[in-house]
């Protein structure tokens, strides 16, 4: 499934230390009425929540809570659609002092030290997140 998409507008800045990542991430969207794009953050958090998808229970699981300093590696997703309002889907990769890298899914819970972003809208038919895909038992876009 692949459908094409326009660019539209860019916006490029830094959250403000001490929010949470993924509710900025939200809250920026929403306030500037994004409804679908792609985005990409790096920076340093003061500790995160990683989740994961348990594919034999298909459910979303918190897997880690790391409670210590550590630099964004890379953390990026899309924007879309999902039970009539916009959706975040953010994974992200953090690095300790002493290189180990930890990766999952963003979730609430990841407090910003310093993170810069750059988010791009995009525009044409909305990705909408609708039905638990069959064989995933994940919200996917539809067609």
């Known amino acids: 499934m692949y459908r094409e998409v326009k660019e539209g507008r860019s916006f490029i800045g830094r959250f403000q230390p001490g929010e949470d990542l993924l509710s900025a991430l939200t809250a920026f969207c929403r306030k500037h009425r994004i409804r679908m794009g792609v985005f990409r953050v790096i920076g340093a958090v003061r500790n995160a929540a990683l989740g994961y998808y348990n594919q034999d229970i298909r459910k979303y699981a918190e897997c ?3 409670d210590k300093k550590m630099e964004i590696i890379s953390c990026n997703g899309n924007i879309s659609i999902k039970d009539h309002e916009m959706f975040i889907h953010a994974h992200i990769s953090l690095a300790g002092h002493d290189g180990k890298v930890f990766g999952g899914h963003l979730m609430n819970g990841t407090e910003i030290f310093a993170a810069e ?14 039905e638990n895909d069959p064989q995933t038992g994940l919200p996917l876009w539809q067609k």
């Open 64 to 66: 880690i809570r790391l």
């Open 117 to 130: 972003f750059y988010i791009e809208e995009l525009f044409g038919r909305d990705l909408v997140r609708e």
